[in-house]
Each structure stands twice: as C-alpha cells, then as structure tokens.
C-alpha cells in the first residue's frame, strides 16, 4: 500500500470532480465551513482505505454505502472540528457534522466506482488513481 502522503493532491481531486462545492449563494463562512469540513472527510475516507491491505465482505458492504466504522469517523471529525479553531454554533456544528458525511460518502462511492472501472479491489485503487 502507497503512503498516504504519496498522493497528497487525491483529496482535492476528489473534492474538484465530484462537484461537491457549495455554491456561491452560501455565506462566505458556511462556503468555508461546509467546504473544509467536506474536504475533511474525504481525506478520511482515503486515510481509511490506504491503512487496509484488503477489506472483508462485511467492510465492503458499509464502504458501499458511504460508510466508515463509526468511531473512525467519529474520531476524525473530532480531530477537524479542533482544526477549526472556531466557536461553532449547533447548527454550524450538524452543518458541519452533515458535510464531513457527504465528504466520506462522495469520495467512498468515487473510489469504488474507480475500482470497478479498472477491475481491481479497492484498497489498490487509491495509489492507481492519477
């Protein structure tokens, strides 16, 4: 497996074409708070699959459907809220919560359409995705 840092534009690939971008009719803050918060997650999702050498049936089945172990995540977004460094309401907190979701989601479900494009299993398609 190639080192996370190997490939350290992936996220923002991801995040450019999958379109997931807030528009530009959001406040400057939620665009920055949604935005790096769904950036945030994706690199969760690629951080995930490059600690695999291969995944069970069961592992396979929640990568599927956009979803990494629980606490995983819920450790990963802990550690990006820190990063923040900004008081967040509730409601920028669920926001928040909400857009690192749809970071892991988007970018599981990008890589394992990618991995089934190029016919090979999915912890060996981050480091062939270029």
Same mark, same amino acid.
């Given at each position: 497996?190639? @080192?996370?840092?190997?490939?350290?534009?992936?996220?923002?690939?991801?995040?450019?074409?999958?379109?997931?971008?807030?528009?530009?009719?959001?406040?400057?803050?939620?665009?920055?708070?949604?935005?790096?918060?769904?950036?945030?997650?994706?690199?969760? @999702?690629?951080?995930?699959?490059?600690?695999?050498?291969?995944?069970?049936?069961?592992?396979?089945?929640?990568?599927?459907?956009?979803?990494?172990?629980? *606490?995983?995540?819920?450790?990963?977004?802990?550690?990006?809220? @820190?990063?923040?460094?900004?008081?967040?309401?509730?409601?920028?907190? *669920?926001?928040?919560?909400?857009?690192?979701?749809?970071?892991?989601?988007?970018?599981?479900?990008?890589?394992?359409? @990618?991995?089934?494009?190029? *016919?090979? *299993?999915?912890?060996?398609?981050?480091?062939?995705?270029?």
């Amino acid at each position: 497996m190639v @080192a996370a840092n190997e490939n350290p534009g992936l996220a923002e690939k991801i995040f450019n074409e999958t379109n997931i971008k807030l528009a530009k009719s959001f406040g400057e803050r939620l665009r920055h708070l949604g935005d790096s918060s769904c950036k945030a997650g994706v690199e969760t @999702a690629i951080k995930y699959l490059y600690g695999k050498s291969e995944l069970l049936e069961e592992e396979l089945e929640k990568l599927s459907v956009g979803q990494v172990p629980e *606490d995983y995540e819920q450790e990963h977004f802990e550690k990006h809220i @820190a990063r923040l460094n900004e008081q967040l309401s509730e409601n920028e907190m *669920d926001f928040c919560y909400e857009a690192f979701v749809s970071g892991i989601s988007v970018a599981l479900s990008y890589m394992v359409k @990618a991995a089934k494009l190029k *016919d090979i *299993d999915l912890p060996s398609v981050i480091p062939s995705i270029r």
